[in-house]
């Protein structure tokens, strides 16, 4: 069996989430309300909880648009706050910010430097696109699919599938790299091979 591609999960695997709690504090002390850090961090938990329900409903830019709002809202009223969630989403948008995960641009650039064809493969909004092109990574693959323009999240098949027909190549040529118990089931369920995250060890494991 030739090897021809890989696709890579994104959170957990190629990026991680900087701690958002001090930028959301500072975003409502702005607003006149006072939280402590434990109770930002507790409704942020909330709205992470919901938003992982959720994301594959943010398909184009007006369902990003109210996906937004709706995370926004579930993380106020977590706070037992009467703020408006539309005149904070903004603010809680940009206190969301990724960094890669060490090694991992490094492993996405030794895997297509083999002659591999990379993609991103990820339960998330089409958000996911803006964020990886401002870490650079956008460069290093041939392409980002995400749930939300799959119709489903992992560990349903349709985003492997998707990622293969952009890529040009069959399951039985491709390799799934991911951290989650739903990127395993999914990627063995469309036919894919699986490595366990870190990328950057399984790199080096694909590459023997």
Not at 189 to 196: R, T
Request: overall charge negative.
């Amino acid at each position: 069996m030739k090897l021809e591609a890989i696709t890579i999960d994104a959170y957990g695997t190629l990026v991680t989430l900087c701690d958002p709690v001090p930028a959301l504090r500072a975003a409502l002390a702005g607003r006149g309300i006072e939280r402590t850090a434990g109770e930002v961090q507790r409704a942020f938990e909330v709205e992470v909880e919901f938003y992982v329900a959720h994301s594959h409903e943010g398909r184009d830019d007006d369902a990003l648009v109210l996906l937004r709002l709706d995370c926004a809202r579930v993380f106020l009223e977590a706070l037992e706050s009467e703020l408006d969630p539309g005149d904070f989403s903004s603010a809680f948008v940009s206190s969301l910010r990724f960094a890669e995960l060490p090694g991992a641009h490094d492993a996405c650039r030794a895997l297509a430097a083999a002659g591999l064809r990379l993609a991103v493969v990820s339960n998330w909004d089409i958000g996911l696109h803006e964020h990886l092109e401002r870490l650079g990574v956008g460069s290093v693959v041939d392409a980002i699919v995400t749930s939300a323009e799959a119709g489903a999240p992992k560990p349903a098949t349709a985003v492997f599938e998707l990622a293969l027909a952009l890529l040009g190549t069959d399951a039985a040529h491709a390799v799934h790299v991911g951290d989650a118990a739903a990127d395993e089931e999914g990627a063995r369920a469309a036919g894919l091979q699986f490595e366990q995250a870190p990328l950057a060890d399984a790199a080096r494991r694909i590459l023997a």
